[in-house]
């Protein structure tokens, strides 16, 4: 089991930045790839980023890509999603989730376990 809690979400401007972070508990954090989705209102929750178990790997949505960095310390059980340049467009429900599954997975039925969510809102 791998219960996962978000934090760093906020209002910010365009073009400002937020680091996300996402505390795993668990022994076996170091086993799971770990991603990052988010819900805007009214759409459905979409892939934005992933890291491989050992770090070694990422991938990204192409809204992201170049913007947004994903990061792991396994030493304190946490992922991270660093956001610059952030867009009105990127308001969302930010969620980090787990899979055990190989690398790289960006549905959410392959994720075992999920957060609440981190609010991140974006104005104009």
């Known amino acids: 089991q791998v219960q996962l809690v978000e934090s760093g979400g906020g209002l910010v401007q365009a073009g400002g930045s937020l680091r996300l972070s996402c505390a795993a508990s668990?022994?076996?954090?170091?086993?799971?790839?770990m991603a990052w989705f988010r819900q805007a209102p009214g759409k459905e929750r979409e892939f934005v980023a992933t890291i491989s178990w050992s770090g070694a790997r990422t991938a990204y949505a192409p809204s992201v890509k170049g913007r947004f960095t994903a990061s792991r310390d396994d030493s304190k059980n946490t992922v991270y999603l660093q956001m610059v340049s952030l867009k009105p467009e990127d308001t969302a429900l930010y969620y980090c989730a787990a899979s055990g599954r190989e690398f790289y997975r960006n549905v959410a039925q392959d994720f075992d376990y999920w957060g609440q969510g981190t609010q991140v809102t974006v104005s104009s």
């Open positions: 668990g022994r076996t954090f170091s086993r799971y790839a």
